[in-house]
């Protein structure tokens, strides 16, 4: 959950910056009104197009409001741990199916994904231990 706080706050910032920066403006061509002596022209210029400001103004609220769920996720969401991770809290509390080489609950007798059947001898063993025992046994 944090780690999606903490892309939802970078994208609100970089969108933010990219919707400050955004420009605002069009150019105008040079003009010419009237005729005779009372022709008059006006240069090229720029001018602020409505337009574009909504848009400006709509990026920005929507940057400051991911920003801002962002943030409250990252600060007060949980940091939960994948469950193939590394963490050894979480290998404690289970171990794999031999059959279908799901993560099941250690206390577990039926595994929940092929119900096969745990008897209390394979509830002790350790299949990730057995297993790497295996394979330096056949890599020496």
């Known amino acids: 959950m944090k780690n999606l706080g903490l892309v939802l706050l970078l994208v609100g910032i970089l969108l933010c910056i990219v919707s400050l920066s955004m420009d605002t403006s069009v150019e105008v061509p040079e003009r010419t009104h009237g005729e005779g002596e009372f022709?008059?022209?006006?240069?090229?210029?720029?001018?602020?197009?409505?337009?574009?400001?909504?848009?400006?103004?709509?990026?920005?609220?929507?940057?400051?409001?991911?920003?801002l769920i962002g943030a409250l996720i990252f600060i007060f969401g949980k940091n939960t741990p994948n469950k193939y991770s590394d963490n050894l809290e979480y290998q404690d509390d289970y171990k794999k199916c031999p059959q279908c080489a799901e993560q099941v609950k250690a206390e577990a007798k039926i595994c929940r994904f092929c119900k096969f059947e745990f008897s209390d001898v394979q509830n002790e063993i350790d299949w990730d231990e057995l297993a790497r025992k295996v394979n330096e046994g056949k890599n020496k």
């Open 39 to 67: 022709k008059i022209t006006t240069p090229k210029s720029r001018v602020n197009n409505l337009g574009l400001m909504n848009d400006q103004q709509n990026y920005i609220l929507l940057s400051c409001a991911l920003a």
